[in-house]
């Protein structure tokens, strides 16, 4: 007998509820897991105690949502099929920014619903999440109908804000990375920037897109002279984050066109990041093709 898949509406709300009850015992589970665990996830960085915490959580819950076809995470190399193969392709960071946990600032998690198999085109992206761990955990979600953000407490989620969008004076930006790792353009581009804007960086990507989402700018973790795929990755943090400012009016690129464009190659693909108000992204793409 043909069970039926709930809709994708349906799926997407139980794909955000499941994250945001589970967020609440990832923050608990941070406590006690701060120390490297003696493995690396496919990008080859040293897993923390609480990266594969985190993952395992999700991973287990997130499997097990009617309509998830599948489920991929930052920290591991295989994609786990779990569902009817006409259901939806979960990608997860389980922790963003896991390096501040040891100086105890902000960290993330981020999640992206592809309505195809993975590595997908940004483009195929039917919803988008971050929850922010910070004196507040918050959830910004994005679907095609827009963006909303919720306090996150006790496993519930309450709305705070149902039409979100970036602010038209971008005030704050942040740029990861060495400076003496970016390229000549990058340079005179943050030159340029620094003064018109305040400086924001915290080293969690989350938390740094989290001051653009509230105060408009620019984040970027640039291609760079050592690595020019630049360090975040296309399906886990990439797509999600780029979708996510797309759909609150702002814009995204890899450096030459907007994330959701990028042709996927590769599950764990990197990609330079650069996210923010549109006039700011403009000008660094025209910085770029100089
Ligand atoms: P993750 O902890 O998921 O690997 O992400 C860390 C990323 C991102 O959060 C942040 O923007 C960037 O790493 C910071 O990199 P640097 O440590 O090189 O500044
Ligand atoms: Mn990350
Ligand atoms: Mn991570």
């Keep these: 007998m043909s069970t039926t898949l ?8 139980a794909v955000m509820n499941t994250v945001a009850y589970t967020a609440t015992e990832v923050r608990q589970g941070l406590i006690g897991r701060r120390g490297t665990v003696d493995a690396e996830n496919p990008s080859g960085e040293t897993q923390l105690e609480a990266d594969v915490w985190a993952d395992r959580l999700l991973r287990e819950r997130l499997s097990n949502v009617d309509g998830v076809a599948e489920y991929a995470s930052e920290e591991s190399d295989r994609i786990l099929e779990c569902g009817d193969s006409a259901g939806l392709s979960v990608a997860t960071d389980p922790l963003d920014g896991s390096s501040n946990l040891q100086s105890n600032n902000t960290m993330g998690t981020i999640v992206g619903v592809y309505d ?5 085109r940004g483009t195929r992206l039917v919803a988008a999440a971050y929850v922010l761990y910070g004196p507040i955990v918050t959830m910004m979600i994005a679907t095609d109908e827009g963006v909303s953000e919720y306090e996150l407490g006790g496993g519930e989620r309450s709305l705070i804000e149902d039409d979100v969008t970036l602010p ?9 990375g060495r400076a003496q790792h970016w390229p000549a353009a990058i340079v005179d581009y943050v030159r340029e920037i620094e003064t ?3 400086l924001r ?5 989350i938390g740094d897109v989290n001051q653009v989402m509230t105060y408009g700018g620019l984040f970027a973790y640039p291609t760079l002279e050592p690595h020019p795929e630049g360090k975040l990755r ?3 943090e990439g797509n999600p ?5 797309e759909q609150a009016g702002g814009a995204s690129s890899n450096g030459h066109r907007s ?6 190659t590769e599950l764990h693909q990197r990609t330079p990041v650069y996210i923010g108000n549109e006039e700011y992204i403009e000008r660094l793409e025209a910085a770029l093709a100089d």
């Design 259 to 264: 994330l959701l464009e990028v042709e996927p």
């Design 241 to 245: 984050i780029g979708y996510i400012l």
């Design 196 to 198: 018109e804007l305040k």
């Design 6 to 13: 709930p809709s994708e509406p349906e799926i997407i709300e």
């Design 201 to 205: 960086y915290g080293g969690a990507m």
């Design 116 to 120: 195809e198999p993975l590595p997908a």
């Design 168 to 176: 038209d004076e971008p005030v704050v930006y942040g740029v990861g």
């Design 234 to 236: 296309l399906q886990f």
